[in-house]
Every structure is written in structure tokens, then in C-alpha cells.
């Protein structure tokens, strides 16, 4: 597992005080949760989304995770590929891993330009 990247960027852009604080621990939940493939649930927008994470890295001096989702409760996979999602790290609040079988899209992942992956699924 090649973290450093997130390591200099979190000291970087928050100091490294900041480094053990809640971004730093989303970060690393959601790369054990691909390790893993854990699903995970979390507030996106203090709206509930229910996910699987397939990516995770940097973009754009942002920390990004790509996810499919499948909160049906939610209408946000209808059993079309249109789970994608690309979420920016930050935007995620009270993420939390569980236990449940771990889904995919049929079709590739819409790109993100200039996406680095640091941790992704096989």
C-alpha cells in the first residue's frame, strides 16, 4: 500500500497537526474498506449514501474516492451502471465500513482527468 503521497499532502495542505484528525482517518477507512471491499456507509451533502469503493487518490490537490452505489432506499442505483461517483473526501462525514456483498458496474468507471490512484480494487 503506497500512502506517502497522502501523508505529504494532508501535512501539506492542513499541517501536520492535522494528520491524525478526521480527514486523515476517512482516508485511511476507506482505503482499508477497498483492501478489504468493505462497503461503506457515510453522510454525502447530510444525505445517507451507501457505497463501495473501488478508487482512491488525488486530483486537483483534492483527495478523491471513486464509489458505485447501491442505496436502492434512495433511488440512487436503479440496476443501471448509473452508481459511479467520483466524491471528494472531504465531502464525506461519519464513514463508517460494514459488512455486505461488494457491487460493481457492469460498464468502466467514468473518468476523472488527472486522477492519481494511490489504492484501487484488482
Not at 478526521?22 to 453522510?43: F, M
Not at 461519519?94 to 467514468?110: E, F, I, K, M, Y
Request: glycine share 10%.
Amino acid at each position: 500500500m503506497r500512502l506517502r503521497k497522502f501523508w505529504k499532502w494532508l501535512s501539506g495542505r492542513w499541517g501536520a497537526r492535522y494528520a491524525s484528525d478526521s480527514l486523515g482517518e476517512k482516508y485511511l477507512q476507506l482505503c482499508r474498506a477497498i483492501l478489504r471491499r468493505r462497503q461503506v456507509k457515510a453522510l454525502l451533502s447530510s444525505n445517507p449514501i451507501l457505497f463501495c469503493p473501488h478508487a482512491l487518490g488525488f486530483c486537483r490537490g483534492d483527495a478523491y474516492v471513486l464509489v458505485y452505489r447501491h442505496d436502492k432506499s434512495n433511488g440512487h442505483s436503479n440496476g443501471s451502471d448509473n452508481g459511479w461517483l467520483w466524491v471528494r473526501i472531504v465531502d464525506l462525514h461519519q464513514v463508517r465500513t460494514r459488512a455486505g456483498p461488494w457491487l460493481s458496474g457492469s460498464s468502466p468507471a467514468p473518468p476523472l482527468t488527472g486522477f492519481e490512484a494511490e489504492v484501487r480494487t484488482n
